[in-house]
């Protein structure tokens, strides 16, 4: 449908349909983070419930059923996917790990040699910056 509403301001005698399909893509993507940025943990629960519901089963059986779909269109067992997400996921979570210590230690690095360095003024802005440049 986007095509069809889209394609004429895109094509100049030679068609630019990849330059149209890009900036499709770009503002799905655009509005899909929009989306996303409001779907709170309360919120996909009750839409999760509301669409269980729906298909007339509970929330656990269509949850089984979308993840056994989502298994079969990976060609892998129930079990076998499960396990592949948590494994996945369990990844993620180990690599999130923050070491405060080493945080604080590059900071003091950082820092180190600026002890006569004069603050800032408490009402420094971006205009202070660009003062010379207007």
């Known amino acids: 449908m986007i095509v069809n509403i889209l394609g004429p301001i895109f094509r100049d005698g030679q068609g630019h349909r ?62 076998a996917y499960v396990q592949n997400l948590l494994l996945h996921r369990s990844a993620r979570h180990q690599a999130e790990a923050v070491n405060f210590a080493e945080i604080d230690q590059l900071l003091d690095e950082l820092s180190e040699g600026t002890e006569q360095v004069t603050p800032l003024p408490f009402d420094f802005s971006r205009a202070d910056i660009y003062l010379d440049h207007s």
């Open 18 to 79: 990849a330059t149209m399909v890009a900036w499709g893509h770009q503002l799905l993507a655009q509005t899909m983070n929009q989306i996303l940025e409001q779907v709170t943990p309360e919120t996909a629960a009750a839409l999760i419930a509301s669409l269980a519901q729906a298909n007339g089963s509970s929330i656990d059986d269509y949850l089984h059923g979308i993840l056994a779909q989502l298994a079969e269109a990976h060609g892998m067992g129930f079990d």
